[in-house]
């Protein structure tokens, strides 16, 4: 398969995927499918990154579309559901990029890799001091989030972003990404699927760590206390992401012809859409 045709069956997953989480009583496999596009979407990145001609423009359109759906969310006010996966992708590829000048042996990488990490430091800090000590609103707190491409509260979590990191650095060996995919699918089990986290918060008896815990995990995993279940099925079926390995298996190095810029106008095209219909069908 090209990247074109891995983008449009992502694509298929996505749409059914969301009319599940927008619209009401639709089958819940919608959901299931829905589970193939995420690590679709982040190989596809990966490989755009890998081959494009012209990073510092591919940087600046994942940044300009993560930016404008955090903005549209203000303007539709859509605080129940947020979906901004293209944030996501765009701390993948800022790391990528870091890794890319190890890589590569250049002399920054260093420099850029501290940066990057008091960066992420300074904004994480005043992420949580935002979130929890102020009145300010989700869809305000998100869109400062997106602008400064922070970490924390990323559609997915963390392990998304380990996953497009791990395609990056194995991206010759579909071996090594097929069992770094599986294992980082077990961590998202045991995290989101699992007591294992419930069990560690209850040992912690002092209020600031369970504070710090709590937000650490809900914050950079997304892995909130409150939603964890063990019901794999109809609870929080993530882990189905798996079969997406099957399809990524099929790439044969090709970028594939047409359709170069329609994610881009149909990601936040349909969502706008899914969401006034959710309105009016509610």
């Not at 694509?11 to 496999?29: G, K, S």
């Not at 979906?83 to 920054?108: A, H, P, Q």
């Amino acid at each position: 398969m090209t990247v074109t045709e891995l983008k449009l069956l992502a694509m298929i997953a996505m749409i059914l995927d969301h009319m599940w989480l927008f619209l009401p009583n639709l089958p819940y496999f919608f959901h299931w499918i829905g589970r193939l596009a995420a690590p679709i979407f982040l190989f596809c990145c990966v490989e755009g990154y890998i081959h494009t001609s012209n990073k510092k423009k591919f940087f600046i359109k994942i940044y300009s579309l993560s930016v404008f759906m955090e903005l549209m969310n203000l303007v539709l006010e859509s605080n129940d559901i947020r979906v901004n996966f293209i944030r996501t992708i765009l701390l993948t590829l800022t790391i990528i990029f870091i890794i890319d000048k190890f890589k590569e042996k250049n002399k920054n990488a260093k420099l850029y890799l501290f940066l990057f990490i008091i960066y992420q430091t300074i904004i994480s800090i005043a992420s949580i001091y935002l979130s929890s000590f102020t009145e300010i609103t989700d869809n305000v707190l998100h869109l400062i989030l997106s602008i400064t491409n922070s970490i924390f509260f990323l559609d997915g979590g963390i392990i998304f972003v380990l996953i497009g990191v791990s395609m990056f650095i194995f991206r010759n060996n579909k071996l090594k990404i097929s069992i770094s995919f599986i294992v980082l699918t077990f961590i998202y089990v045991i995290l989101f699927n699992s007591s294992f986290l419930l069990r560690i918060n209850y040992l912690i008896n002092n209020d600031l760590l369970e504070f710090l815990f709590s937000v650490c995990f809900t914050g950079i995993f997304g892995a909130d206390l409150i939603i964890i279940t063990s019901d794999l099925l109809f609870g929080n079926p993530q882990w189905m992401m798996i079969f997406s390995l099957f399809f990524i298996s099929l790439y044969n190095g090709r970028r594939g012809k047409g359709f170069k810029h329609l994610f881009y106008i149909f990601y936040p095209l349909h969502i706008a859409v899914l969401y006034k219909l959710s309105i009016l069908f509610s």
